[in-house]
């Protein structure tokens, strides 16, 4: 049982470390997997582990950016050390909408459940907007080209898109780097800087979450994990962190030579397919 358990930590890994940074919705992946392969845990402990990933994934973000997001570098110049602290200051202004949002959620006491129909409609709407948006902007310049171009006016308009990431399978990174093209952001400039806004934003839902299950293990709600679930948490973690530093690489180089289209294509396939299976196969 904890060999089969550990497979899945393992594909958990796989599909979190891939479609957190691919703007394809980790939500709808995760959902459709934990669906048809649920782990043999309660069902706080597998909602936790799906939110505590992410912070494998942010690491990854960290190590790879690491030179570029170093204000400390004895490497870089002192104009240069300004410009970086200069560029954490927008990423700071950019999740401010998305941080205000999940504190508002708290205070009313919302919860968007991770409905497979939402989910799929989700999907489905911003896989269009992909498509549509990239059709619009073919053969026109950006108006900003790079991450440190990003103005703060721009910034805060990319972290109120961010806001919209909270509806399940909307995709962080889909609704950021749509916001920041609708702003004029180039595709390159608007991978960097939605990797970067990564950082503050998983880190502030992962620590709520984390939280949130200390509450539920308080309450008597849910059990205090013990070393097999430590085991499953710890193997899905590097798993996450080894396949997100491949994707980061792979998204980096994809935007250099190629349109988002083919993720649009890829959103709206999904979304048909969570369709078909909660109405068909369920």
């Not at 649920?38 to 992410?54: G, N």
């Not at 104009?79 to 560029?87: G, R």
């Not at 990423?91 to 799929?120: N, S, Y």
């Amino acid at each position: 049982m904890l060999i089969l358990e550990l497979l899945k930590a393992v594909i958990l890994g796989i599909i979190e470390g891939i479609t957190e940074w691919l703007p394809v919705s980790s939500t709808g992946h995760l959902l459709l997997f934990n669906e048809i392969f649920p782990l043999a845990q309660d069902r706080s402990f597998t909602h936790m582990l799906v939110e505590i990933i992410q912070l494998a994934a942010i690491l990854a973000v960290v190590v790879y950016f690491f030179g570029r997001l170093n204000p400390f570098s004895g490497k870089k110049t002192a104009e240069e050390k300004k410009s970086t602290w200069v560029l954490w200051s927008k990423i700071l202004v950019a999740v401010i909408p998305g941080g205000l949002a999940v504190v508002l959620m708290k205070i009313c006491d919302i919860d968007l459940i991770d409905d497979p129909f939402i989910i799929a409609a989700a999907l489905l709407v911003y896989g269009i907007a992909f498509i549509v948006i990239e059709r619009l902007k073919r053969n026109k310049a950006p108006k900003i080209e790079t991450a440190d171009d990003i103005s703060y006016k721009t910034a805060l308009y990319i972290g109120l898109f961010q806001v919209l990431s909270l509806v399940p399978g909307t995709s962080r990174s889909g609704s950021t780097i749509l916001g920041a093209m609708l702003c004029g952001v180039s595709r390159t400039a608007a991978a960097d800087f939605t990797f970067f806004l990564a950082i503050p934003a998983m880190c502030g839902a992962s620590g709520i979450e984390v939280l949130s299950y200390a509450k539920d293990v308080l309450d008597g709600e849910a059990q205090l994990f013990g070393g097999e679930q430590l085991l499953i948490l710890g193997v899905a973690m590097i798993v996450s962190f080894l396949v997100s530093l491949v994707a980061i690489k792979f998204l980096m180089g994809f935007v250099k030579r190629h349109s988002f289209e083919a993720f649009g294509w890829y959103r709206i396939a999904l979304a048909i397919l969570v369709v078909l299976y909660f109405t068909v196969v369920k």
